[in-house]
């Protein structure tokens, strides 16, 4: 039990040269303990000697730019892959930027394109010789002789950038003028040692400073950028961005074999983190990791050695720090950032391992597009904390921050008191929490995906995500099925599994429950991870031998052997691909007489039709949408199957979600103390400090009774949003 | 030109004993000038003698029970596969017709299981060895032995049919009592034999006979039947139902290969036409069509050398008889009939080559599920006929018919009117075009699928049909994408071509558009068909040389080589399938200024989202739902590509598809003499009789204009309904 006092703050307030009153009454208001700097703001001296921690923003890989402009040979790298180009005679010549940001790659000349680079026949997916192609430096183009007409044809080349995809972004939103920030790349020893000099100087010139917040390390995820420098390509966790010659050339004698471009460029699809990651790839994650473990290593331990604790935001540069595997702890971090919006976001932040603060910088982020006239920015924010709230109640946060010009947020008083009931609520969670966890229903649950453990907490993105519009273009909002977001709030033991962990490690005796949540051919389901009949065995086993099972959308999804979803068997049903049209279609009848059909009712929401019919007699369709599945159960062997069409995020959802994983569990017949039944109020129940929490979801008050451990029921009242705290 | 009387009638009519006055009447209102009977009904002696045609309905394989029953091994055998079974230990035991109608199938036990059965696992797909299982024809199991714990295993085992399906679903609809009909096999040379012998008995004992109308020869369609007598599975044109030792015996040797069971199995797919077939099956089907041409022509020359014609319904025991195929001819039939209730059944029985008489037999069937009390057997028949009229503009049809209880449909005088108007219609049409085909615009369609000439006009079953319930769940009510619906009504001239056409023969000269429909992983997209650089080339080269590219809902999808769609380039998009998420989606602008923007207008039904994405520049959005691409069009080359993410058939959907084709034919500068540009009136124009047809689909007043020969403008009213003919 962390002992946390009940006076001293817990926010990181953001500061603005002008506005050093404004920050100094809100350091009191907000309860605030510590100062920041932000991107576009510095600290004010008279600030700087304030009696709280001092968070200094240092990006290493941005911060000489001078050393950049001198050395493009330590530029960040990366493959790209031109756009195909089909060929309409025997020879071809493809201009490899052709649709991309000429302010932001330019080709890489100091790696020699016949060594480095690759032609491919896309049509018949053929490496074309290197004796039938040649890269011209005057025209920046490749010629291919020999093609075949009407074959497509790419060039895998190695770009340089020019343009920090961050700084470009900045710059692109708020019109920013000046030069151009480019970042180096520290793989390369002479860079590295550069760098270390250049952090050494930085720490001699912030004496005040008492937390560095890197931001981050050495790699950004990927961007992609297009022609009007709009942005066509995105992976929040891609690992593109990590190459060089000299790294591949490592690599090589690391692991014994040698990478292609093509491992990069993955026919154009860039190893996205939804796609289930090959050997390969998971191969040149660890190379990266190893490295940046290394190099962040140093840095920490400098900042140490100055008498700084070191905090890294999980954010920007901070590709090969992943804090769910256990090399991130080699970093020597003292605080975790994340930037959280919600309770998916909140336990990527809080469930990693390690005896890190968790910090979680909060949306909206004070900048104009949300603090403009006419815009409420309590509505982001508000709709924001419900859900984080939820996620809290399950593992402990130590800390909230927010970012910005304070400038701008001074502008809606409403708004400041909005935080300051925020961080006075975060207070009280402190104080009744001490840091301790809540109690959670017996049996582990476990989320099954390509990834496992490394993308912990990560939000599933599915097909409907593309078709969607935000209302904000660079503020991701998560459309479609989000069993994660429903679960975060759930009082379970989580943990995320891989098929690779089942393989090597089979299923652990602590596991009640598998959850596969997600579209076909995705990481998320699986892919072609589910073409491994170990795999299935061991499931089969799992839930024959008295587990449970919950397939989400597109469980076990893989055309193999007659089957569409391979464990089709244990669900009884199956999805039409079109190829058992043939197969004929029996009007569903809906059961009512089983345990879970008391909890479908008015508002779930199973969003896009399932195509999913039954393949046994022996199933309980619990819920449909016309004829295609919604919601069905079934008992395998001596363990149950509950198989939804979509679980997108509402309360209602999560109360449903809650209501299944207890029935696959077995648990359906327990009393359980301080479990809530209703949708929009969450119960925890903290035994180490004797504190109950009730947390109301919705603007309208709420009557809620609740058992307590010895089975009386209480009655709990809350006011809109209210959250209540119980001595017991 | 084929001369045509407007004195003698056009009709068959259907009797029944007990309703000569009735037979007699409605055969002058209607204009018949055939009789005939019908399943269940027999023909009344005075009426044997009329001064008609008399059509006398013949099943040979189920007109002999007495035979049937004292040879069991030459009934219709199939394989079918026992539904898999988990192991749960080292040994397994599976009865194989678990599932599966007792009533209707018996295990074969004149083959040796260990020689004709298979045994599979089905987690591994690997054939057991025969050594590893037993049959115990005492308990009717099979056991399995050394089997692997969670793994799936099936047996794979042929089945006798002891009660034909179309004797099994009448007798069970109409709750007909009395033996159950068994159908014989006439594959087996002693079978066919006494068939023939019967046959020659018959037609001596049916002097008044003129006509033979043969239902029809050999082998039923394929229906599966379930534990409760229920249909599982149905296949309208599959050959699953043809199987015997004897034959695949005749196989090898006439192929040089041995069939498996799993070829007819297919992993429990069981070659479904919806998906592309493989070399193999069609292998099958070519061996069957054979001896089924065979056997036919022979009963077809003793119908001749009796003096009576011969006519085939198509429909029941028709596999075999494929009339696209050159085979057909051979078999030498004078009239083909077909079951008719829209415009693509309409096309297949007119579209054939050949110079049978083709009748069509239309809808509702006079039985008591539509003519009952409280129900308007119009409205089904006008639904109908609005459909069957616009293809009958396009393609000429010679008779009409229609079959059931003449008694039920006389209490329906309204429906007796409306059957005479029908009928009055068909007598002016043959009058007006005496048989010969409407002017076509210039330039051939071809629709591309894995089936090509042998599935023309065949219904493009889709993934939603399993999800929609019809109203009466024995006739197909075809919902979702339906182009051939709309297609079927147009002006232009229209073939069926396949993969292999390509392959073999290159696209002809005179094709100006290709269209690919139909759902992914379908024998209409395509499926594994598209897995072949050779087919890309030759369409991209059709199309980058001037040529006209339709794809709607997933034209040319298949996975491989970076692209789900295949043609992708060509059309300028891609669909999402979880492999691009990362791919950022760019909000569409609907362009206004293209050619075809101006057809875009309300009441257009592009179905289902489409989940396709621009990946080009220079694409033309033209509608789209949401963010999801409805309808695009592109230049390639010297051609052009449209994309639509389906077509529902209705007036306003048909009419653009005539506008897109124009456009894709380049032919929107042409002048069209007698082209109609309403959605609900269709015009045909009759070079050879000089006459022009207006007809209204609807029961609204039309007034149209429409160019004549000379580009002059003529002035068009129709009442509701109206079918014009207007002499120029």
Redesign the interface.
Known sequence: MKQVSSTKGHMTLPVEVGQEEVVLDLYQRWQADALRDSDGTTMPESLAKQDSDIYSVVCLVRADQQFANQHPEYLHRKYLMSF?V?A?AETLVIQPLDGYSKDKYELDDDSDPKCWWEVRN????TVIDVSLWEFDAATQQVLIKQT?????YTVTFMARQVWDSVSMYNALTNDWKGPRIKSLDPYHPECRAHLIKHFAQWLDEHPNTTVVRFTTFAFLF?IDTGEQN??????WT?YGETVSPRALEDFEKRFGYALTPEDFVD????N????APSKRYQDWMTFVQEFVVDFAAELVAMAHKAGKKSAMFQGDHWIGTEPFLESYQNIGLDINIGAVDDGVALRRLTDSMGEQTREARFYPYFFPDVFREGNDPVVESMSNWVKIRRAMLQKPLDRIGYGGYLSLANKFPHFIDHVSEISREFGDYLQHTQGTESQKLTGKIAVLSAWGKARSWLQN???D?????PPRPDVMEFVGNNLLECLAGLPFEVEFISFDDIIQNGISEDIKVIINT?????AW?GGECWDN?EV??AL??FV?QGGGLLGVCDPSAFQ???RYFQLG?VFGLEK????????????LSIAKEHYLSQFVTEGLDFGN?S?V?PQATDIAVLAAQ???LALTARNY?QGRSVYMGNLPFNMKNARLLQQVLIWLSHNETQQHAWLSDYPNVDVAYYPQTGMVAAVNYVSEPQQVTISNAIGEFVNISLEGYEWKWISI
Chains 1, 2 share one sequence.
Do not use: C, W
């Not at 026919?267 to 860039?270: F, I, L, R, V």
């Open positions: 195909p089909t309409m896309r049509t018949t997916n075949q007409p009407y074959h497509e990927v709009q942005d066509i390509y995105r992976d891609g026919a154009g699809y860039y996205g983190t939804y796609k993105q599915a097909r995500q593309r078709f969607y519009v997600g579209d076909a051919n995705s389901s009949s299935l065995v089969r086993k024959g193999k052997n007659g068997d039409e691909t079109a190829l058992t049209m043939g197969r004929v279609a029996m009007p039709p195509y019919y016309g004829q295609h062997g």
